[in-house]
């Protein structure tokens, strides 16, 4: 069974946010762990987490800097702030309010 992408859009940033709580990462490392994660069920598209990123940081959410070249490419990171963070928790909040209001909605007693 495959995830579809309008169940979950809507709540890109929260995923990334979730993603850097854990620690700074990349575009292609955190695209990469949510493939993982979801068991490659889905995946955001380049253009959909570039977006993601450049609203999130003129928001406040997550800030940038690029990365040495030792390990090759040089890349850009990500790591989330304190008003990410806020974000993130009230996301978390609504997502399990809405959660609730849609397990009683659409489940029967069998």
């Known amino acids: 069974m495959s995830i579809t992408a309008d169940l979950i ?8 946010l979730a993603q850097l709580l854990q620690h700074d990462s990349y ?15 889905f995946e955001l598209k380049e253009a959909t987490l570039y977006t993601a990123f450049k609203r999130m940081e003129e928001a406040g959410q997550i800030t ?7 390990t090759g490419a040089r890349r850009r990171y990500y ?5 990410g963070r ?4 009230a996301q ?19």
């Open 92 to 110: 978390l909040a609504l997502w399990e309010e809405a959660k609730s209001i849609l397990d009683k909605l659409i489940e029967t007693e069998g």
């Open 27 to 41: 575009g292609y490392e955190i695209n990469k762990a949510v493939r993982q994660i979801s068991g490659n069920r």
């Open 86 to 89: 806020k974000y993130y928790n």
């Open 9 to 16: 859009r809507g709540h890109t940033e929260t995923i990334i």
């Open 64 to 70: 940038s800097y690029w990365g040495g070249e030792l």
């Open 79 to 83: 790591c989330i702030t304190d008003a």
